[in-house]
């Protein structure tokens, strides 16, 4: 039950967009078709524009071979408030990256194990309001089927780090009769001294057993990024972006790190 539970299906997508979201493309009811094209929709159309297998007028395939042409391409991925400096150009830190993803020609995929979603949430845990954190990575369940899972959370109800006293059984149990287990009851919540060391305590239990009986339900969604470890000596992270009147709009990268 709780390996299904962990295949737990998280369908955020209809939560988080609404029609607000083209708000910024419209003109007293006339969509503007340049600025919708230019903005990076969905993730697909992140990954599609990366990889260089779509424009910006939807056709697929392999565009352009032609290598600079790719790097254009990309440098409308990045989010310009944080890597246009004055001049118009990128930081070096982004054309590095740029440079190194279109020299190898490197890919990404929804099917990789190396992204992540981060999905920030107002819920309630057994009737308490929290914030919590959802991480969420794709899980292959079937040939040609993938589906996302909880691979961890992050909230102030449920820490990380048990602190809470671990009862365990001395030595001499067996002398008394072990009445150590009378203390059982005094409901500990860090039992893993009582189990062999072999034992591995998987805290999206926890999670699992509060989904199972209606103790966990999310509120809110307050804000989803999306995390990549796919680009050899790199990591970034994108997310919605919202600006009036500009082509440099939807999922864009948000952050770049050198590892």
Not at 188 to 202: A, V
Request: charged share 20%; net charge positive.
């Amino acid at each position: 039950m709780i390996m299904n539970m962990r295949r737990f299906l998280f369908i955020f997508w209809s939560l988080i967009l609404s029609t607000s979201t083209f708000s910024q493309v419209l003109f007293e009811g006339t969509v503007n078709e340049n600025l919708l094209k230019g903005r990076v929709k969905q993730i697909e159309e992140f990954i599609a524009r990366f990889n260089n297998e779509e424009d910006w007028e939807g056709k697929k395939g392999n565009i352009c071979t032609d290598t600079l042409y790719r790097k254009k391409y990309i440098r409308t991925l990045f989010d310009q408030s944080c890597y246009r400096k004055a001049n118009g150009e990128l930081t070096p830190l982004a054309e590095k990256f740029i440079h190194e993803v279109v020299k190898n020609n490197y890919q990404i995929h929804f099917t990789d194990s190396t992204w992540s979603a981060q999905v920030d949430c107002k819920a309630t845990i057994g009737g308490r309001q929290t914030n919590i954190k959802l991480y969420l990575r794709t899980e292959k369940v079937a040939p040609f089927e993938y589906i996302w899972v909880i691979s961890n959370y992050e909230t102030p109800l449920l820490p990380t780090t048990l602190k809470a006293p671990r009862p365990y059984l001395s030595p001499t149990e067996h002398e008394i009769g072990f009445i150590g287990l009378l203390a059982l009851s005094d409901g500990y919540k860090n039992t893993t001294r009582l189990f062999p060391s072999q034992t591995k305590t998987d805290r999206l239990s926890g999670l699992a057993f509060l989904i199972q009986n209606g103790m966990f339900k999310v509120k809110e969604i307050t804000n989803v990024r999306f995390h990549f470890h796919n680009i050899p000596g790199y990591a970034f992270t994108i997310k919605r972006i919202e600006r009036k009147n500009s082509y440099n709009t939807g999922w864009l990268i948000t952050n770049l790190n050198s590892l």
